[in-house]
């Protein structure tokens, strides 16, 4: 019998009506459902309303049997099986002290360690609309004390006294039993003072009530405008140079985001830290900071760290913005002290080491040429030592061959991993001004690869046919298999993935291709026909 039918028969002739129900009838929950079902739509009574004395008026004793004789919990047991059968069923305490009940017993838990996930994974949020959202009002008013160990939920204006607030924080602490630096307002929630940290907070604030040394910025996720005061940002940058006990010029702008400070740098933006300036005993007029060339310095130096040599150094080194270069003294001074510093003549000075000391910027506005920046500079400079070859040089294949093999050798590398990038360290980036790419360049040096052997395949390499067809022939070559037999993992284990992928976007910009799949309906058996290997 279906439950439309089940439900109509039941409306017509119960079988509690008129005779005993057989033995065991109530131990059914599905039997019990549909009694107190019928029990609410036959006589029109809501379920909050529904008492002792209708269940045996209406010859369903035997439910109450079941439930200790408790008609809350019977009538709980319906609603929680039709969770929209009445949501303000809650309002009735006995309710939600039976639902509670009922919980508790469950979870075998001992009540003072009853846990608002608890209510959560029991369905019983609902209910906390009528306990002030609090899962803690809910356990005292069923009967089981205040005794719980999470902080009992106080009139709102008690939290005015300080001393109520620190005791509700130390114990919410107490039972989190995690660092303070990782305690959450969703915790403070949790444990029933979201008031207290939405009225009195923030975090740091109630910690420091509560007994706790903990900075601001130690805090996870730390108020917004808490480094709009200028005092506060200089205490940050004072403790970290203390913790950190290393030479100010050393302390990198990993040092501020390892230890909690990466919003202070954002605050030394060159827009927001244009009108910072100092006042005191020597006043700075606003902008003093943008002498600096990045976040770091300009932090360091409103703390006042920086002075001297140190100051010095400070302003010439860092990513600087581009502008900073087009002023021709600014890059002499920049020139003469990467000079000075390195202890070597210009022209043996790599690009590498231009761009250690983050004068990348610098060299662009010689357009590249080193020899440009230094004999701008009052340097002499030999382009024989500099390895700055005359164009005519690089044209024969045997000089490019010799430059490129000993850059390899240079760099430590696996010839298969070298990309552009060691030609232009290397300064023999003329090498690939004479031919098509850096593959062609070491096969002319000696190196036996193929170009998909290379770590990094030159964009727009597998969209020409040839490449393709020379790669799949390949393939089938080294795997010994017939073209039929080619599989997806043949093109993974032998350095040809990237070409798979692709087969798609091929698909669609090249019509060969994309006829050949049209027949096939397979990407790997198009490849095939299109090398004619079937």
């Not at 284990?493 to 910009?509: A, E, H, S």
């Amino acid at each position: 019998m279906n439950r439309k039918n089940r439900k109509n028969d039941i409306k017509t002739n119960p079988p509690w009506s008129g005779s005993r129900v057989p033995r065991g009838y109530w131990q059914d929950p599905q039997n019990r459902l549909e009694a107190v079902e019928w029990l609410v739509e036959q006589h029109k009574i809501p379920p909050q309303k529904i008492t002792a004395s209708d269940f045996i008026k209406n010859g369903l004793s035997g439910i109450l049997a079941q439930h200790s004789g408790s008609p809350a919990r019977a009538v709980l047991e319906y609603v929680m099986a039709n969770p929209p059968a009445s949501r303000e069923l809650w309002k009735k305490k006995s309710i939600r002290s039976a639902a509670v009940r009922m919980m508790v017993e469950e979870s075998g838990k001992d009540p003072k360690k009853i846990t608002l996930k608890d209510f959560k994974n029991a369905g019983l949020t609902d209910m906390l609309a009528y306990t002030g959202n609090s899962h803690e009002t809910a356990i005292r008013e069923t009967g089981y004390g205040d005794g719980c160990s999470k902080p009992s939920k106080a009139r709102a204006h008690n939290w005015a006294d300080r001393d109520v607030r620190a005791r509700a924080v130390r114990d919410m602490i107490e039972h989190l039993k995690k660092p303070l630096s990782d305690i959450t307002v969703k915790d403070f929630r949790d444990h029933g003072l979201g008031t207290v940290i939405t009225r009195y907070g923030p975090k740091y604030r109630l910690f420091r009530e509560a007994g706790f040394e903990l900075k601001p910025w130690e805090v996870k996720k730390s108020t917004m405008g808490l480094w709009e005061g200028m005092e506060t940002r200089v205490s940050a940058v004072s403790w970290l140079v203390e913790k950190m006990k290393k030479p100010v010029t050393e302390i990198s702008r990993e040092d501020f985001v390892d230890n909690g400070l990466a919003t202070l740098l954002a605050m030394y933006n060159p827009k927001k830290c244009k009108d910072y300036k100092k006042t005191g005993i020597i006043e700075t007029p606003p902008g003093y900071l943008l002498e600096y060339p990045n976040a770091v310095a300009r932090a360091l130096a409103e703390a006042g760290f920086l002075s001297g040599e140190d100051e010095k150094k400070m302003k010439l080194s860092g990513k600087v913005r581009a502008s900073h270069w087009f002023d021709r003294d600014n890059r002499i001074a920049a020139l003469k002290e990467i000079v000075d510093d390195l202890g070597k003549p210009p022209e043996k000075i790599t690009q590498k080491e231009l761009e250690r000391a983050n004068l990348v910027y610098m060299i662009h506005v010689y357009y590249g040429n080193r020899k440009k920046a230094f004999v701008d500079a009052g340097f002499d400079y030999d382009e024989t030592e500099a390895n700055q070859r005359p164009p005519r040089y690089w044209q024969e294949p045997r000089n490019r061959a010799r430059e490129v093999r000993s850059m390899v050798k240079g760099s430590g590398k696996d010839p298969k991993d070298i990309v552009s990038r060691d030609f232009k360290e290397a300064g023999i980036e003329a090498v690939l001004h004479n031919v098509p790419n850096v593959h062609y360049a070491l096969r002319e040096a000696g190196f036996n690869l193929l170009p998909w052997e290379m770590s990094h395949v030159p964009k727009g390499f597998w969209y020409e046919e040839r490449n393709r067809i020379m790669a799949v022939k390949w393939l089938v070559h080294v795997t010994g298999r017939k073209p039929k037999k080619i599989t997806r993992n043949d093109y993974i284990d032998n350095g040809l993935d990237r070409l798979f992928q692709i087969y798609p976007k091929i698909r669609q910009k090249d019509p060969g291709f994309s006829r050949y799949y049209n027949i096939k309906r397979d990407y790997i058996q198009a490849a095939m026909a299109e090398a004619e290997l079937v």
